[in-house]
């Protein structure tokens, strides 16, 4: 019952997703910083390795899929620029 219930809510935070996605068309800045955070994010997750030399500090703050996707979104966002309208 709890496997079910799990399912559905991440099924509807990645429909919740796509939707906030399909609102805005994507240029190729957007897709560079989606396509990078999930990898990155993916890579820590599978390969918690890639952390071993890195600083205690550096590990602590990456060593969640979830927050080393969320970290390299906000970092990449600050450094590319957006066209301005």
Do not use: Y
Not at 6 to 35: K, Q
Not at 64 to 70: R, V
Request: glycine share 10%.
């Amino acid at each position: 019952m709890l496997g079910g219930a799990t399912l559905v809510m991440f099924g509807t935070i990645a429909a919740s997703g796509v939707r906030i996605f399909s609102r805005e068309p994507l240029n190729r800045r957007a897709i560079l910083i989606i396509a990078l955070s999930l990898a990155v994010g993916l890579g820590v997750s599978q390969q918690p390795l890639i952390l071993q030399f890195a600083p205690d500090w550096l590990k602590n703050l990456l060593s969640s899929g979830i927050a080393a996707g969320c970290i390299t979104a906000i970092v990449l966002n600050l450094i590319f620029p957006a066209r301005k309208a």
